[in-house]
T-cell receptor, first 114, second 116 residues
Framework: AQSVTQLGSHVSVSEGALVLLRCNYSSSVPPYLFWYVQYPNQGLQLLLKYTTGATLVKGINGFEAEFKKSETSFHLTKPSAHMSDAAEYFCAVDLMNRDDKIIFGKGTRLHILP | DTAVSQTPKYLVTQMGNDKSIKCEQNLGHDTMYWYKQDSKKFLKIMFSYNNKELIINETVPNRFSPKSPDKAHLNLHINSLELGDSAVYFC???????????????FGPGTRLTVL
């Protein structure tokens, strides 16, 4: 069963516009949630994470995400897109089970239009 | 002062060969992982090691074998390479998830393997 769903394999926004990348998860217990970014030909870098506490999480490069338990969502946003934000973004879930592994979504490629 | 490093970055080889990819982390982490990223960018975990003990082994062919000489290294050996093994392989590390309560992972730059 798919535990992490990222809507849209490609998202295009104009420079300066709002960025919204969607992530929904399925879990019987509140999971830990992550967003990773992968720039071209590079490894994955943690953008932000939610474990407990405040549901609005701020990350690097002006990104933030909000954990909404009722919607089982953890969407990533940035108020104003920059050309350097063009990358692949992965949502990931730690299901807090004995396997000690996190599940990655299939990724969303963010394109920034000049 | 790279946190997680992998060598080589690129590896091109013929079918049937045996090859290794090395991974080292200098973060003092207890757990290391290998992921395979296919052509569609999908990330799939292959192995993880915690204190030199294999704790995850997904449905990966036994041609793939992880080897951890010490806590800072987790190498990936691949025997009898096949065309379908072509992918980008990422190493990652994390503190012990049981002690920290979350599984934040730090990734290496990746190794692009091309099998001809």
């Amino acid at each position: 069963a798919q535990s992490v769903t990222q809507l849209g394999s490609h998202v295009s926004v104009s420079e300066g516009a709002l960025v919204l990348l969607r992530c929904n998860y399925s879990s019987s217990v509140p999971p830990y949630l992550f967003w990773y970014v992968q720039y071209p030909n590079q490894g994955l870098q943690l953008l932000l994470k939610y474990t407990t506490g405040a549901t609005l999480v701020k990350g690097i490069n002006g990104f933030e995400a909000e954990f909404k338990k009722s919607e089982t969502s953890f969407h990533l946003t940035k108020p104003s897109a920059h050309m350097s934000d063009a990358a692949e973004y992965f949502c990931a879930v730690d299901l807090m089970n004995r396997d000690d592994k996190i599940i990655f979504g299939k990724g969303t490629r963010l394109h920034i239009l000049p | 002062d790279t946190a997680v490093s992998q060598t080589p970055k690129y590896l091109v080889t013929q079918m049937g060969n045996d090859k290794s990819i090395k991974c080292e982390q200098n973060l003092g982490h207890d757990t290391m992982y290998w992921y395979k990223q296919d052509s569609k960018k999908f990330l799939k975990i292959m192995f993880s090691y915690n204190n030199k003990e294999l704790i995850i082994n997904e449905t990966v062919p036994n041609r793939f074998s992880p080897k951890s000489p010490d806590k800072a290294h987790l190498n990936l050996h691949i025997n009898s390479l096949e065309l379908g093994d072509s992918a980008v392989y990422f190493c990652a590390s994390s503190r012990n998830p049981e002690s920290t309560g979350n599984n934040e992972q730090f990734f290496g730059p990746g190794t692009r393997l091309t099998v001809l």
